[in-house]
């Protein structure tokens, strides 16, 4: 067949097993409105069959449709309608006829010529689908092989890989559910997600005890499981998230997020390593510092400290009262250590029915030749008994005898972050473009969990540099992305900071943000002492030179005093002289002590500082700012008035075309976060005000980056790193050190204030200035900061807790001094700390009862001094006795015994006439 040749379409054939139609789309077609808006009074949708030819036709509000279709001969339509009710009368179906056409029913019910009197047809039945029970299949089948092996020994199966469920027990009904399943179920789905949100509240404040005592609960497994489910409901999903960081992250997570504007950096080599590169100084992907950081404590396991090995046994006894074979399947626990010579098998009492527990022993070679192979070793029958033992028949640990010593439980954090990390990934790269059914329902319950993980990951340095930067690139892959591509394969990709994410998410991306820029700041500290370091040792040769040319020189004795003056001054003097050269002029600085390459070193320094700490301009402002600064001819008025002026028109000099700078990752990204935060606040109106503090303060943070240097370099102690074990010692003494400077202080005040007392009661006046009470704030303030350090050292300071109660009335007066006297310090060595809040006793509190009572006894001298109205009692003092009695309140077990203490000192008080301060 030729090019020319034309070819015509004969016939067409389609074939369909069903023809579905929708209303809208039928009520569009007939109407002329071009809004597309639906009937508001409703519509008349019409079928038509023609039984001679055989085609089907659809009209809509009595005009008729392009739908037309051929049935084939002996063809049988079922007609369906499937819709959303929305009200009792939403749908009516009828047998009409038009003059042209007969009912249905003409067609279907042929019997009215077997009866002799007419009769009306029967009445239609329309069938309804009705949900009557809904199951859950698993998304994999178990591979199972089966095998007979003989007739005598039967049949062996064998599964490959189990497939893991989560089941929910409901013991009023005595079944069990697949926790996926609880989607159908929406008051087992909220009780179950306020479920985990009271486990979360438990181990609130580092309740370790609580928290150890959960994982029998919610163990790894469960964790695991819950957060690799795709199919897990969103609450539940959030509820397994949160608890998992309430159990084993949030204790040391909190205590690395107070303690992250301080830096205590040795002066170790591996600095001027890390530093060696630039870039190192202004990065917000590498983890490695040299600073000192809290490493993560967590225990080793929940109920031993070794790896566990488990088999299971089936015996089968014959017991006296029943006289037949029972099975019991009997767990036995290995720790890999010695080879065992037999088995201790133990059986709790309510599996027997018995009054006591029994313990059999068995060779264990001779029952599992395979558990010999390896080296184990059984725990004694003692400790089985006490671990195993329980009401619930389980096999849980839960004998703590005491909580000192604990931490939070183990759990495997490796796992958890690569997880975490692909996961994340996954969810921004199905999220590139509308996602109709995201993990957990919706955006924020697909983003949220994964982002808090991530940040409690980061906090306590789990996350490694290679997730870091997988992180920043998710985030922003325009800039972090080496590879990217703007206008091939990632013409349309998008960062977290590009999608339209729910409010929840931008909560979440902000701490993340946050905890980046923490880290960048502590690069740049760290680079700072690195320069610092070799800067400094120069300028100290430098002064060396300039010291022994002056003493070998023949200067006349006033010259060289005069030259000698810089050495003679204290050293904090001598580096502002030194270093004081950033406003002087040409003539003063050749007289400035220090010389031309220090100068020029410090300054390539500072302008290299500023040059990152700045946020860049973008490319839009980089154009207006050369349309300003280039040379334009000026116009000829300007001229005309020059030339009359007698002046001579200015030779525009040449301007010399500056290198653009070369701009890394993360300065880059300071643009991009503002101009993000920026369009954040712009585009909707924002509901959280938590999430419009945490923009702003971001916001803040870009343009405050010197600042931010400057107040953490207050809070910066450089020491060697000779000396670490030194200062170690040093911070646990100093302590001591201390307190007992602020007893001293306050023995001495007593003995002072007794002494002016007359033994008429006259006051005598004492000329010298009484300046105990600023050495009690400032050992105060120090205490106060030695508390919050560690745990440990809130221990220490616990010690001398009835003394700080003893003394706890002196300096409430004044309301400066709030965080500055010794009931502060009392509260701080038990703040946050649930064992030892728990060993508070009611003769500590009896003290501070007294002490609240007399609040109502007497005015506040200070505040009647200034001219405040005489109230009767002293409120700032009531206030911060009531403060610490908030701090005495723990959850856990003994909350019973804690309220116990405070009605007792409640009722104390009552007893002391204390009724204004209620």
């Given at each position: 067949m030729s090019e020319s040749d034309e070819v015509y379409l004969a016939h067409s054939v389609e074939r369909h097993s069903c023809y579905m139609f929708r209303a809208d789309e039928l009520h569009a077609e007939v109407t002329s409105d071009t809004g597309g808006k639906g009937a508001s009074q409703g519509m008349f949708v019409g079928?038509?069959?023609?039984?001679?030819?055989?085609?089907?036709?659809?009209?809509?509000?009595?005009?008729?449709?392009?739908?037309?279709?051929?049935?084939?001969?002996?063809?049988?339509?079922?007609?369906?309608?499937?819709?959303?009710?929305?009200?009792?009368?939403?749908?009516?179906?009828?047998?009409?006829?038009?003059?042209?056409?007969?009912?249905?029913?003409?067609?279907?019910?042929?019997?009215?010529?077997?009866?002799?009197?007419?009769?009306?047809?029967?009445?239609?039945?329309?069938?309804?689908?009705?949900?009557?029970?809904?199951?859950?299949?698993?998304?994999?089948?178990?591979?199972?092989?089966?095998?007979?092996?003989?007739?005598?020994?039967?049949?062996?199966?064998?599964?490959?890989?189990?497939?893991?469920?989560?089941?929910?027990?409901?013991?009023?009904?005595?079944?069990?559910?697949?926790?996926?399943?609880l989607i159908e179920y929406d008051k087992l789905l909220s009780f179950h997600a306020h479920s985990l949100a009271l486990y979360c509240a438990v181990c609130y404040q580092s309740n370790y005890r609580a928290a150890h005592t959960l994982c029998s609960h919610v163990d790894q497994k469960q964790l695991l499981y819950a957060m690799q489910s795709e199919y897990m409901s969103g609450p539940l999903r959030m509820g397994f998230y949160n608890l998992l960081i309430s159990l084993h992250l949030e204790s040391f997570a909190n205590t690395m997020e107070v303690t992250q504007n301080e830096f205590i950096v040795p002066l170790r080599p591996e600095l001027k390593e890390i530093y060696a590169q630039e870039e190192m100084g202004n990065s917000m992907s590498a983890t490695h510092t040299e600073s000192f950081l809290d490493a993560v404590n967590i225990s080793s396991h929940t109920q031993y400290d070794m790896t566990f090995f488990s088999c299971v046994f089936i015996f089968f006894f014959i017991f006296p009262s029943s006289r037949h074979l029972t099975p019991l399947v009997a767990l036995c626990v290995f720790v890999r250590r010695n080879p065992p010579a037999a088995i201790t098998l133990f059986l709790p009492s309510h599996t027997l029915a018995a009054a006591a527990p029994l313990v059999f022993t068995f060779d264990l070679r001779s029952i599992c030749p395979a558990c010999c192979s390896e080296q184990f070793t059984i725990p004694d029958s003692q400790s089985l008994h006490s671990t195993y033992d329980t009401p619930s028949g389980g096999y849980i640990s839960t004998n703590i005898e005491t909580i000192k010593g604990l931490s939070s439980p183990h759990f495997p954090l490796d796992v958890a972050r690569e997880f975490v990390m692909c996961a994340l990934s996954e969810a921004v790269k199905t999220n590139q473009v509308h996602n109709r059914d995201p993990i957990g329902g919706s955006n924020e319950n697909l983003f949220v969990p994964l982002l808090k993980l991530v940040d409690k990951l980061l906090l306590v340095g789990i996350l490694q540099d290679d997730d870091i930067t997988k992180l920043l690139i998710m985030i922003d892959p325009r800039n972090w992305d080496p590879d990217y591509d703007p206008e091939g394969k990632d013409e349309n990709r998008k960062g977290l900071v590009d999608m339209e994410i729910a409010e929840g998410v931008k909560l979440q991306l902000c701490y993340v943000l946050h905890h980046l820029l923490d880290l960048q700041k502590r690069h740049r500290v760290e680079s700072?002492?690195?320069?610092?370091?070799?800067?400094?040792?120069?300028?100290?040769?430098?002064?060396?030179?300039?010291?022994?040319?002056?003493?070998?020189?023949?200067?006349?004795?006033?010259?060289?005093?005069?030259?000698?003056?810089?050495?003679?001054?204290?050293?904090?003097?001598?580096?502002?002289?030194?270093?004081?050269?950033?406003?002087?002029?040409?003539?003063?600085?050749e007289e400035t002590p220090c010389g031309e390459d220090l100068r020029k070193k410090l300054l390539d320094y500072h302008d290299r500082l500023m040059t990152k700490a700045k946020i860049p301009a973008g490319p839009e402002e980089e154009g207006e700012a050369e349309e300003t600064q280039s040379p334009e001819s000026k116009g000829v008025v300007s001229k005309f008035v020059m030339i009359l002026g007698g002046q001579k028109e200015e030779v525009a000099e040449e301007v010399v075309a500056q290198e653009p700078e070369v701009l890394d990752p993360a300065d880059k990204f300071k643009k991009v976060l503002v101009d993000t935060i920026v369009r954040w606040a712009s585009e909707s109106f924002i509901e959280t005000p938590v999430l419009i503090r945490e923009m702003f303060s971001l916001l803040v943070r870009q343009y405050n980056s010197i600042g931010e240097m400057m107040a953490a370099l207050e809070k910066t102690y450089v020491i060697s790193s000779n000396t670490k074990k030194d200062v170690e010692t040093l911070w646990l003494c100093l302590s001591k050190n201390v307190m007992a400077v602020m007893m001293n202080t306050l023995g001495r005040r007593a003995q002072a204030a007794g002494e002016t007392q007359t033994p008429e009661g006259e006051v005598t006046q004492t000329k010298e200035k009484d300046t105990s009470h600023e050495m009690v704030v400032a050992c105060c303030k120090f205490l106060c900061y030695f508390c919050r350090t560690g745990r440990q050292n809130q221990k220490a300071m616990f010690d001398h807790l009835p003394f700080l109660l003893e003394n706890s009335y002196i300096l409430l007066s004044r309301p400066s001094l709030r965080g500055s006297t010794p009931l502060d310090v009392a509260y701080s060595s038990l703040m946050d700390n649930t064992e030892l809040a728990l060993a508070l006793r009611e003769h500590h509190l009896e003290k501070i009862a007294v002490y609240l009572s007399r609040c109502g006894l007497q005015s506040n001298s200070e505040l009647v001094e200034k001219g405040y109205p005489d109230l009767g009692w002293d409120p700032v003092e009531g206030e911060r006795y009531l403060d610490f009695l908030r701090f005495c309140v723990w959850v856990g077990d003994c909350v019973g015994g804690r309220l116990t203490i405070l009605n007792l000192s409640w009722h104390s008080l009552k007893q002391n006439g204390l009724t204004c301060c209620g």
């Open positions: 079928c038509f069959i023609d039984t001679a030819t055989g085609f089907i036709t659809l009209q809509c509000d009595g005009k008729e449709t392009r739908h037309k279709y051929r049935m084939e001969p002996g063809t049988k339509l079922f007609p369906g309608v499937f819709l959303e009710p929305t009200s009792k009368e939403t749908l009516q179906i009828e047998l009409g006829r038009t003059p042209t056409t007969l009912p249905l029913s003409a067609a279907v019910l042929q019997n009215s010529d077997k009866h002799v009197i007419p009769q009306m047809p029967p009445r239609l039945k329309v069938q309804i689908l009705k949900p009557h029970q809904w199951s859950r299949v698993p998304n994999t089948s178990l591979k199972i092989h089966a095998l007979k092996l003989s007739d005598i020994r039967g049949w062996s199966m064998l599964a490959e890989d189990a497939v893991p469920m989560l089941a929910l027990h409901i013991p009023e009904e005595d079944r069990c559910i697949d926790i996926l399943e700072l002492i690195a320069f610092a370091h070799d800067y400094v040792g120069e300028v100290q040769q430098d002064q060396l030179r300039r010291y022994i040319e002056i003493k070998q020189s023949d200067l006349p004795s006033s010259v060289a005093a005069k030259k000698t003056r810089e050495f003679r001054c204290p050293p904090r003097e001598q580096m502002n002289a030194i270093l004081g050269f950033k406003n002087l002029t040409d003539e003063e600085l």
